[in-house]
């Protein structure tokens, strides 16, 4: 369920052993988390470039896609075309190109799963995933106490790397949760922290994948299919209204930040920020990280924004966190 911050409750007040009053530490300032490819990219997910060699890769002469495909007439093309487009979004290609949506939307989903990230993946940096988690169960020492933090997270990644982990931390501390197992689990981090796909999100299919230790046995055409199903290009009806709902928690939140992302265009003027801005945004608070943006490319990317010269962050996801951003 996608709550608003009310439906959530309020700061969650607790009484001391001398008989007052005290707030816990939970994020308490309703706050919005946008995240790019850069975000999930500890995680061991591609950045939007290497999505798209790793795609070629696969679907090329001797690729496991192009064994497994082989019978589809549009796959040469496909490979062919996506190549010499010199693109570094798959979805830059496929809103040129909807007449390839569907074998792209299948290459996407088995780049991300089947050779996605081991089950056991451990970040080798900016595991900013921990810190987050930290802050969100600091002072939370039971589950109902967890209920009343004030986040939501907007994000274009297919993978559900976050809210796998969240999960699972959740899972492992809280007694109760753990003796009602995952699915109690699941419930109290998507009802307490929603998670927003605005271009879709892989699926129940997906966590099975992950956790498998043979994933050949997923190499299948109807597998890949229906994980296809729950990718949305920027073009299809159902990215307009997940838009509307960002824009919704946009104008509630009083903090919002954004994390590794790439400012293409297109996404920059659907999420409407210097819009929501104009229209009365409360923003307290905003910021974004911006690695190996500089010169004249981050000077183009601030105007596009056009939310102040400030607002760019020269740090990864967790230093950014650390440091810019007050999670209380």
Not at 220 to 245: C, F, H, K, M, S
Not at 298 to 314: C, N, Q, V, Y
Request: charge should be negative.
């Amino acid at each position: 369920m996608l709550c608003g911050w009310l439906a959530c409750g309020p700061p969650l007040r607790r009484i001391s052993l001398d008989g007052t009053q005290e707030s816990t530490a939970v994020i308490s300032r309703p706050t919005v988390l946008i995240l790019g490819a850069g975000a999930s990219e500890p995680y061991g997910y591609p950045l939007g470039g290497d999505l798209v060699k790793f795609i070629l890769n696969r679907t090329g002469p001797g690729g496991e896609l192009q064994a497994l495909l082989s019978h589809r007439p549009e796959l040469e093309p496909f490979h062919d075309r996506l190549e010499a487009s010199a693109v570094d979004s798959i979805d830059d290609f496929l809103a040129s190109n909807p007449g390839f949506t569907g074998l792209g939307k299948m290459a996407v989903a088995a780049e991300l799963t089947i050779w996605g990230p081991a089950g056991d993946h451990i970040p080798t940096h900016c595991d900013w995933y921990r810190y987050l988690w930290s802050r969100l169960h600091e002072d939370a020492p039971e589950s109902m106490d967890f209920r009343h933090n004030m986040l939501k997270v907007i994000t274009y990644n297919y993978d559900t790397s976050l809210e796998r982990f969240l999960s699972r931390a959740a899972l492992n501390l809280y007694p109760d949760i753990n003796n009602e197992g995952d699915t109690a689990a699941d419930s109290l981090v998507n009802g307490t922290v929603p998670v927003l796909h605005l271009h879709g999100a892989l699926g129940d299919d997906a966590k099975v994948i992950h956790t498998a230790r043979d994933r050949s046995q997923f190499l299948r055409i109807d597998l890949l299919q229906r994980l296809a199903r729950g990718i949305r290009t920027v073009n299809e009806p159902e990215a307009e209204r997940r838009y509307t709902q960002a824009h919704a928690w946009l104008q509630e939140a009083e903090s919002v930040h954004i994390l590794g992302f790439g400012f293409h265009n297109t996404n920059v003027k659907r999420l409407a920020l210097k819009d929501l801005k104009a229209a009365g945004a409360k923003w307290q608070s905003f910021g974004a990280t911006a690695v190996k943006l500089a010169g004249a490319d981050r000077s183009r990317k601030e105007a596009l924004l056009d939310l102040g010269p400030d607002t760019f962050h020269e740090m990864d996801c967790l230093s950014y966190l650390q440091s810019q951003v007050n999670l209380s």
